[in-house]
């Protein structure tokens, strides 16, 4: 996979994709991550990316040539068709299921807004689907486009040890993940659960699964309505939750 991120700070971005887990999958060259600066690609001396906005109004508005240019050039810069991200407050909440879809691209361009956003006449012209990180924000689109980029990374075959490496993760199947514990077996008085010192396979199994249910339950209890849930799963929930029964009703 190869992801291209359009912003005006490319040396930080470039700086952060470089390191641990994701930069090693790219010395390894199972994916390709590159910054362009925005900037290099305005046709005037000041290297100017922004104007003033019409119709009045407070701050900044990205000029839509720049972009463009940038765009373009990154576009062609790769064999297959590059998918185009604009990262966004006002687009799709981003979620697991986003990054898997996104991670079945060849190619993924991440474009960084700043100031009060960009000229729209750019995202009609470029841009596939505006994400947003949630409902908040930020001052530009970097972290936004770092947080995504390494998201979907991650799922890239050969970017982690195995497929068990976040199939078992908070959000991959609808829940949160069971709680993790490690060395030493007594911590401040606390100890280990018996039931993961016990060897016994079947039982870790199946109190993970049931600590996974009661953690999402407790803690995001909207995620169970479009979670894949058993029978034996909502039996158990019906035992220990305090929330309308209702909610685990399977039927149409």
Aim: charged share 30%.
């Amino acid at each position: 996979m190869r992801i291209d991120i359009l912003t005006l700070f490319d040396d930080t971005v470039s700086t952060v994709m470089d390191m641990s887990i994701i930069g090693r999958a790219q010395d390894r060259g199972f994916i390709t991550i590159k910054a362009h600066n925005i900037r290099d690609y305005t046709l005037n001396k000041q290297k100017q990316v922004d104007d003033y906005p019409y119709g009045g109004g407070t701050g900044m508005i990205m000029n839509a040539d720049p972009l463009y240019n940038c765009w373009k050039y990154v576009k062609n810069a790769a064999e297959g068709e590059a998918h185009t991200v604009y990262m966004s407050p006002q687009g799709k909440r981003f979620s697991q299921e986003d990054a898997k879809r996104l991670a079945t691209y060849g190619r993924l361009i991440l474009v960084c807004g700043h100031y009060e956003g960009v000229d729209e006449r750019f995202i009609e012209e470029c841009v596939d689907e505006e994400i947003s990180l949630g409902d908040f924000v930020l001052t530009g689109g970097e972290i936004p486009a770092m947080a995504v980029c390494d998201a979907v990374c991650r799922l890239i075959p050969g970017v982690l040890a195995s497929e068990e490496s976040y199939k078992g993760e908070s959000h991959w199947d609808g829940l949160l993940e069971y709680p993790q514990y490690t060395r030493p077996e007594v911590w401040r008085g606390r100890r280990v659960p018996e039931v993961l010192l016990s060897g016994h396979h079947a039982n870790i199994e199946k109190w993970r699964r049931e600590q996974a249910l009661l953690r999402t339950a407790k803690r995001r209890a909207d995620m169970l309505k479009e979670a894949s849930l058993t029978e034996e799963d909502i039996s158990f929930l019906k035992k220990i939750s305090e929330l309308d029964v209702a909610l685990f009703d399977t039927e149409e």
